[in-house]
């Protein structure tokens, strides 16, 4: 299983959730089982979502007109529902990131500031799921 | 929507028999859930084969592997919340869909689109039959006996022709539909009532009424003894009645919008609405209304028995005011006719609301509240009827049979009989005695009463009572 060494707050995992799969659809067209693949594969396993969860996003995403759907065969012949992101996908991402390079940014700055940051960082999990 | 297994190639085996049946399970129960559509149950279908395989490639048994992927992929009831929250339209607009869209499987009825066509069809053909008669000199303006006389035959016969065609009744109901539509048309107009007869009223009155029970049987598609397809048909009867009160409510506000717009221009609509629009639309509206009702039929909660559980209650009340009321006012001079027919409307509505709890009660549910109310409004409404066929009775001693008259006693004593033996056996319902469906069977087996009363007074007064 995915051992997670990290918890990752809700919050943190619902904000994340729209740029990490645009970004994972502007790399390559893929369907909602392979995205979850790559986003463990990217997160190193600490970022764990309810599968189920990422189709309503997806067709929000897609009600929004950041991505489109289109229905495909598999492999092994049964249907499957392909994504591909739009150009205002793009742009959404665009967005997105500046966003979170501004947030990033001013945390950075923020801790760099607080010795202690760095020593509770460097401190080895304690209590956490293992 | 059951998929037979499918043999997959490569080396990882998941068409086991008992896979196939669990997915089959998940799938069935996600759906049943608000804002899922099949789309999204062959998009989650399609995630949980993927990681099913997957994990049965790292070794686990096809059991493990779906009850993980079932576990990782989440409640469905949180999936379901976030797709509805997603597709809050869903919810509302299933119920056009259902219709257009997904045709209930197994139903073995007609293509969706073709009966669109049906529906428009008849509609125009039902609203083109009102204005057939003008062809030959009648008009609504100077002849309104005969439009009042034969307002039934101008829908109702397609209507049935509608639900004949969509449960493909066989020749003999068609045979049977087309001989009674016949012998009611020649029987309102053959016969040679005297002007403004009180038989030719009465047989407006219940033509209507035999027609209906006979577009029942288009309804059920012949199969008329059929206990439960009865109760659809008095299901979909209460449904239809408040379509179309609605869609009139429709039509009235559209008419007087067409008036005050033209009127402006110094344009006169008024002929044009009361001879045209308010009628053909009338009668083209019942097939749409029918057409909608079998739409969304089962798509959302029925109206008929939301409205039956508000109205129970205060009928209820007004039914034992009345009880009290009566005595304490009556001078002993025989009843006022006029009152004796709202009495009479009053337990029309009463025998309504009796039938449509029943139709919309889960009867294996014990007896509750409701029923008790129900009861009370039974016992009430008994004494009310005991009061009008003692006024009634009052009214033929004193000023003799007529066939008003004649028509009202056996009208009472067919609602006094059917209520007493509802109230004896809601009693025993509420005593645990009885079951439901006792209750519903009594109501169900005393339809062809009413048919055979209604014919009855169409056919037989007439001649009876010298077209007087």
Known sequence: MYVSSMYISKDLVAASAAPMV????????????????????????????????LY??????????????????????????????????????????????????????????????????????????? | MGRAPRGRDGNVKTSDAGFEAQIAQWREFILKRRGVVAADADELESHLR??????????????????????????????????????????WKQLVLAGADAPAPGEGTQAPRTELRWVIGLAVLAAASFKAPALFGLSQMDDPDFFALNAALFFMPALAAYFAWKRRASGRTIGVLV?????????????????????????????????????GVAYVGGEWRSHSRRMDFIRFSGEWVIYMSLIAIGGGVLAGLTAGAFGLFGVDTGTFIVEWLLPCGAMGAAIVTAWLVEAKQGVIENLAPVLTKIFTPLVAALLLALVVTIPVTWTGKPMDRDALIVLDLLLVLVLGLVLYSISARDASEAPGLFD???FILVLAALVVDAFVLAG?????GEYGFTANRVAALGENVILLVNLAWAAWLALGFLRRRRTLGATERWQ??????YLAWAVAVVALFPPIFSFA
């Open chain 2, 372 to 374: 008790r109310l129900q």
């Open chain 2, 179 to 215: 001989a009674a539509f016949v012998a009611g048309a020649a029987l309102a107009n053959a016969y040679p009532f005297h002007s403004g007869a009180q038989t030719e009223l009465l047989t407006g009155l219940h033509l209507p009424i035999a027609l209906w029970l006979v577009t």
């Open chain 2, 50 to 91: 993927d990681q099913a395989a997957d994990l049965q490639a790292s070794g686990l048994s096809p059991d493990e592997a779906f009850l993980v992927a079932v576990k990782r992929l989440g409640a469905q009831d949180e999936i379901s919340r976030e797709f509805a929250r997603v597709h809050s339209g869903r919810l």
């Open chain 1, 22 to 53: 645009l970004g994972i659809l502007a790399d390559a067209d893929s369907y909602g089982y392979a995205i979850l693949a790559r986003v463990r594969e990217l997160s190193g396993g600490h970022i764990e979502w309810t599968d189920g969860l």
């Open chain 1, 56 to 130: 309503p996003l997806l067709h929000r995403l897609e009600e929004q007109g950041l991505v489109e759907a289109t229905w495909g065969e598999a492999e092994n012949g049964r249907k499957r529902k392909y994504y591909r992101i739009t150009p205002q996908g793009r742009d959404s991402l665009a967005e997105h990131r500046r966003q979170w390079r501004a947030v990033s940014d001013a945390l950075k700055e923020t801790w760099s500031n607080v010795k202690e940051a760095a020593a509770w960082a460097a401190r080895p999990a304690e209590g956490m799921a293992t």
């Open chain 2, 444 to 449: 169900t087996s005393y339809v062809p009463v």
């Open chain 2, 392 to 396: 009634l009775l009052g009214r033929i």
